[in-house]
C-alpha cells in the first residue's frame, strides 16, 4: 500500500511539473525555461525507477493514465485564471439598419467602441475589449448581429 502511495504521489506531481514545463519552455524566459526543464526530467528520473516497481502493468497505466488527466487540467485552468487581461481591437462590420441597436448593447455593457459608416451600406465598428469577460460578451454581440469580424491583440511598445 506504501508502495503504491508513493507511485501515486511521485505521478501526480511528475504530471504538474511536466506540464508546467512545456508551458514555461513556450511562452517562458531562457532561465525559467532551463530551470523547470532541470527540475521536471530530475524528478522524471525518479518516476522512470519507480515504474520498475511490483505493481502490475494495468494499475501503473491506469493510475499515469488519471494522473495526466486531473493533473494537466489543473495546470491549464490554473494558467487561464492567471493570464493576465489583454487590450484587443475588434473590428467589425454590420449592417447600417443594426448599427444604431449594436451601439445601444456597447454601450449598455460599457465596451469601448467606435464606428464608422462606410460608403456602401455597412457601418465599421472599431471596439476594445480589456478583458477576456468583454471579448465573450462582443463574441456574442458579433453573433447575434451577424457582423464579419477579426480580431487584433495589442502589442507592448
Known amino acids: ?24 519552455t513556450i511562452k517562458g524566459g531562457k532561465v525559467m525555461s532551463a530551470v ?17 516497481c511490483d505493481l502490475p502493468l494495468w494499475l ?4 499515469i493514465g488519471l494522473c495526466n488527466l486531473v493533473g494537466v487540467y489543473i495546470v491549464k485552468a490554473l494558467e487561464e485564471k492567471a ?12 449592417r447600417r439598419s443594426k ?23 455597412d457601418t465599421v465598428f472599431n471596439v476594445y475589449s480589456k478583458t477576456q469577460n468583454e471579448s465573450k460578451a462582443i463574441k456574442e454581440l458579433a453573433k447575434k448581429f451577424n457582423a464579419k469580424y477579426f480580431v487584433t491583440e495589442s502589442k507592448a511598445l
Open 99 to 121: 448599427s444604431s441597436d449594436l451601439a445601444t448593447m456597447l454601450d449598455l455593457a460599457n465596451i469601448s467602441y467606435n464606428a464608422v459608416d462606410t460608403s456602401g451600406i
Open 83 to 94: 493570464r493576465k487581461d489583454k487590450l484587443w481591437k475588434v473590428e467589425m462590420t454590420v
Open 60 to 63: 501503473k497505466a491506469t493510475i
Open 1 to 24: 500500500m506504501k508502495l503504491l502511495l508513493i507511485y501515486v504521489v511521485l505521478n501526480v506531481v511528475n504530471v504538474l511539473l511536466q506540464t508546467v514545463k512545456s508551458i514555461a
Open 36 to 52: 523547470t526543464n532541470a527540475i521536471a526530467y530530475g524528478l522524471y528520473t525518479v518516476v522512470v525507477v519507480y515504474m520498475m
